[in-house]
T-cell receptor, first 113, second 116 residues
């Protein structure tokens, strides 16, 4: 059974640009959650999608958005990038939701310069 | 609100020694608790989880954790450390009352170093 796939693994962007990250969950999982990991703030919840609907959102500005497609694949978009957006972005896949057993991808390392 | 405190940002043990990583939680509802491990440049891998039932939970790679409600703790242990256990470990608690409005709240992590 394939795991959670995140692409790309590494990204370098310039301040002010926008970026899109992709996550393919485990087959059959309808919940995809996104987390941001930084040395200073640790792991923080961004949002969760379930069956193409956002059903939970963390305390991040509106520059952070996402969507989920009918095949459960999810994308996360960050607009007007800031230096502080440099982080490891992790996607978690689960059957029932991120509060249950969640399986994480390897992450996308975003560097904003 | 649910929260997690991991005591000790760095723990160093000798190969073959006992590993003990401490986690205390705060939750207004019966908690679901998790331990994840992260190797360098990797994502998180689930080690074990506690939802209900038996309070001593066994996970992968020889790790186990015991849920102690009276102490609000969920410490992770392994009887004998191996070099391959060197990694960062995260304790997490489920936050939110309603399915669909839940998330994982993580501790700040404990970096485990194994000395030969």
């Amino acid at each position: 059974k394939a795991g959670v796939t995140q692409t790309p693994r590494y990204l370098i962007k310039t301040r002010g640009q926008q970026v899109t990250l992709s996550c393919s969950p485990i087959s059959g999982h309808r919940s995809v959650s996104w987390y941001q990991q930084t040395p200073g703030q640790g792991l923080q919840f961004l949002f969760e999608y379930f069956s193409e609907t956002q059903r939970n959102k963390g305390n991040f500005p509106g520059r952070f958005s996402g969507r989920q497609f009918s095949n459960s694949r999810s994308e996360m978009n960050v607009s007007t990038l800031e230096l502080g957006d440099s982080a490891l972005y992790l996607c978690a896949s689960s059957l029932f939701g991120t509060g249950t057993e969640a399986f994480f991808g390897q992450g996308t390392r975003l560097t904003v310069v | 609100a649910q929260s997690v405190t991991q005591l000790g940002s760095h723990v160093s043990v000798s190969e073959g020694a006992l590993v003990l990583l401490r986690c205390n939680y705060s939750s207004s509802v019966p908690p679901y608790l998790f331990w994840y491990v992260q190797y360098p440049n990797q994502g998180l891998q689930l080690l074990l989880k506690y939802t209900t039932g038996a309070t001593l939970v066994k996970g992968i790679n020889g790790f186990e954790a015991e849920f102690k409600k009276s102490e609000t703790s969920f410490h992770l242990t392994k009887p004998s450390a191996h070099m391959s256990d060197a990694a960062e470990y995260f304790c997490a608690v489920r936050a939110g009352l309603i399915q669909g409005a839940q998330k994982l709240v993580f501790g700040q992590g404990t970096r485990l170093t194994i000395n030969p």
